[in-house]
């Protein structure tokens, strides 16, 4: 899962680990709290990196089943004053982690 540590995102990721899932989350921790991933730290596989970093993308794939895109800077007025980060990372954000999903699946 790609942005676990935002305060809603954390509890999807609780959700899984209470139905037996360790789930993998890949946060750069931008505009989301590692404290809000703080109960489930001992039942997950936290990666600190960006999104838009293929490597570290491709990396978060690795032998996974399927990926919950939820990374993003979710921010209306940050958007309008910062356009360009705001873009990179939702939008090139999702391009990265699908092609890495992609190329994990075929790899």
């Keep these: 899962m790609t942005g676990g540590g ?3 995102r954390s509890a999807l ?3 899984l680990v209470e139905a037996g899932n360790r789930p993998r989350v890949l946060d750069n921790f931008l505009t989301d709290r590692r404290e809000n991933l703080a109960d489930v ?3 997950i596989d936290l990666i600190e990196g960006d999104v838009r970093d293929p490597a570290v993308a491709a990396g978060a794939c690795q032998g996974i089943t399927f990926v919950l895109r939820q990374a993003a800077i ?3 007025p940050r958007s309008l004053q910062d356009p360009v980060s705001s873009n990179e ?3 090139s954000g999702t ?3 699908l092609v890495a999903a992609r190329d994990a699946r075929w790899a």
Aim: net charge neutral; glycine share 6%; aromatic share 6%.
């Design 13 to 15: 990721v609780q959700a």
């Design 6 to 8: 935002g305060f809603i």
């Design 41 to 43: 730290l001992d039942r």
């Design 89 to 91: 990372a939702n939008l």
């Design 95 to 97: 391009l990265s982690i």
């Design 74 to 76: 979710p921010s209306v």
